[in-house]
């Protein structure tokens, strides 16, 4: 009796596997674009005055010309000259942009002027703004004549300074006039009393935040894959007997 050999096959059924691979980015990462450009801003920072103005108008006008709807203006400043203050509200009203000031530490004097221009006015709760009337420095050898002239000049700028800052916080033109009175001394002005007559119209110092988003669209041609149709295998129906 032979004893037979009998080969046994086993057979090996292979999982198939589904390998996920994330799709690269990193190429088109590169040309995301902001949605919504993040604000420009402009510090003031000293004191106001022709330099100040100059530079101002620089970092300005590049920010117009950039896609932010708005333009920041940081103030800190204990004041300066009345006419570089005024070339720069001239500069604020002549463009298209939203301009919006904020009263990070102090806006006094020229700086006030400044600050109440704004479209929006944001203040630190311990800011501090300082009105005052306009006032300009006398050479002792000064003639009469010289002296009427320049007292007349600066109840202009008193007058045309106060109206501008009543009516661009929704007040009557001498609501800073009356305020001040004839006294001529520095009026300081908390947060809490800038907000309560629409000095400022914000509390507080805007935060900036940055939003990220990637969507990955497949696409033939330009034609996004969920717009293109294709055929359908029609199911068949079953005979009934």
């Keep these: 009796m032979t004893r037979s050999t009998f080969l046994s096959f086993t057979t090996v059924k292979s999982m198939a596997k589904v390998v996920r691979v994330p799709l690269s980015i990193n190429e088109h990462i590169q040309h995301v674009k902001l949605r919504n450009p993040n604000p420009g801003y402009i510090c003031l920072t000293d004191e106001i005055d022709e330099d100040a103005a100059i530079?101002?108008?620089?970092?300005?006008?590049?920010?117009?010309?950039?896609?932010?709807?708005?333009?920041?203006i940081y103030i800190h400043s204990t004041g300066g000259c009345v006419y570089s203050a005024l070339r720069i509200v001239d500069i604020m009203k002549s463009s298209e942009k939203r301009c919006v000031t904020v009263c990070s530490g102090c806006a006094m004097s020229a700086a006030a002027l400044i600050f109440s221009q704004g479209e929006l006015r944001f203040m630190s709760e311990i800011g501090t703004i300082m009105v005052h009337d306009a006032s300009m420095g006398f050479e002792s050898e000064g003639r009469l004549n010289d002296v009427e002239v320049e007292a007349t000049e600066l109840r202009r700028l008193t007058e045309q300074g106060y109206e501008m800052m009543s009516l661009n916080i929704g007040k009557k033109k001498n609501f800073f006039e009356k305020r001040m009175g004839k006294a001529n001394v520095d009026a300081y002005i908390s947060c809490e009393e800038?907000?309560?007559?629409?000095?400022?119209?914000?509390?507080?110092?805007?935060?900036?935040?940055?939003?990220?988003e990637v969507s990955i669209e497949l696409s033939?041609?330009?034609?996004?894959?969920?717009?293109?149709?294709?055929?359908?295998?029609?199911?068949?129906r079953k005979k009934s007997i």
């Design 220 to 236: 033939c041609n330009g034609i996004p894959l969920s717009d293109l149709k294709g055929t359908r295998k029609s199911k068949k």
């Design 55 to 72: 530079q101002f108008e620089r970092h300005f006008r590049v920010l117009e010309h950039s896609p932010c709807e708005f333009i920041m």
């Design 194 to 212: 800038a907000h309560k007559i629409n000095l400022c119209t914000h509390i507080g110092i805007p935060q900036m935040k940055t939003k990220v």
